[in-house]
T-cell receptor
Framework: EDQVTQSPEALRLQEGESSSLNCSYT??????LFWYRQDPGKGPEFLFT???AGEEKEKERLKATLTKKESFLHITAPKPEDSATYLCAVQAVTSGTYKYIFGTGTRLKVLA | NAGVMQNPRHLVRRRGQEARLRCSPMKGHSHVYWYRQLPEEGLKFMVY????????ESGMPKERFSAEFPKEGPSILRIQQVVRGDSAAYFCASSNSGADTEAFFGQGTRLTVV
């Protein structure tokens, strides 16, 4: 069964304290891995797409990487405005459809 | 360049009533996905539609729930005879092709059943 697991569930960082979020996956026929940010009461906001092992994407203080079994979202020198829930999703070819399968997210709190 | 539009943002229904949730995808997008989210939980897939076709409804409850994406107009998620357990946030996402591309989400509809 296709599965996505994110860790840790929650993370508290001091402003400027870099860290990484993990997304491990078990899927057949990976078509893409996606990172989203979700603020309370809002819809997920797209951040990155990764397609193949070794690929990296960067945006401001965020950097996403991909291996054959997991992805990392590295946060460098975070600020309080980076506080949010970060969601990882995979798209796999399952029974001929292309649904996105989400992990349960990592709730990040950055303290000033 | 509007994004994915969902309405209403908040919906209150009494037990036994019907709830209709609407989703207009981004311009040029013909693939729509519906997800359900409970507090402190992840997004649970419900249904994947293309124009006039249901592609994958493996996440939809067998009874009371239905979805459509007509040739003209928004996609509709319909919940008949709502119960308290249906209270959740329902999100719609759209993409411009089925595979190898990201999906963009709306702001969701928060359904409360009283």
């Amino acid at each position: 069964e296709d599965q996505v697991t994110q860790s840790p569930e929650a993370l508290r960082l001091q402003e400027g304290e870099s860290s990484s979020l993990n997304c491990s996956y078990t899927v057949s026929g990976l078509r893409g891995l996606f990172w989203y940010r979700q603020d309370p009461g809002k819809g997920p906001e797209f951040l990155f797409t990764l397609y193949s092992a070794g690929e990296e994407k960067e945006k401001e203080r965020l950097k996403a990487t991909l291996t054959k079994k997991e992805s990392f979202l590295h946060i460098t020198a975070p600020k309080p405005e980076d506080s949010a829930t970060y969601l990882c999703a995979v798209q796999a070819v399952t029974s001929g459809t292309y649904k996105y399968i989400f992990g349960t997210g990592t709730r990040l709190k950055v303290l000033a | 360049n509007a994004g994915v539009m969902q309405n209403p943002r908040h919906l209150v229904r009494r037990r036994g009533q019907e709830a209709r949730l609407r989703c207009s995808p981004m311009k040029g997008h013909s693939h729509v996905y519906w997800y359900r989210q409970l507090p402190e939980e992840g997004l649970k897939f419900m249904v994947y539609l293309q124009k006039e076709n249901i592609i994958d409804e493996s996440g939809m409850p067998k009874e009371r729930f239905s979805a459509e994406f007509p040739k003209e107009g928004p996609s509709i998620l319909r919940i008949q005879q709502v119960v308290r357990g249906d209270s959740a946030a329902y999100f719609c996402a759209s993409s411009n092709s089925g595979a190898d591309t990201e999906a963009f989400f709306g702001q969701g509809t928060r359904l409360t059943v009283v």
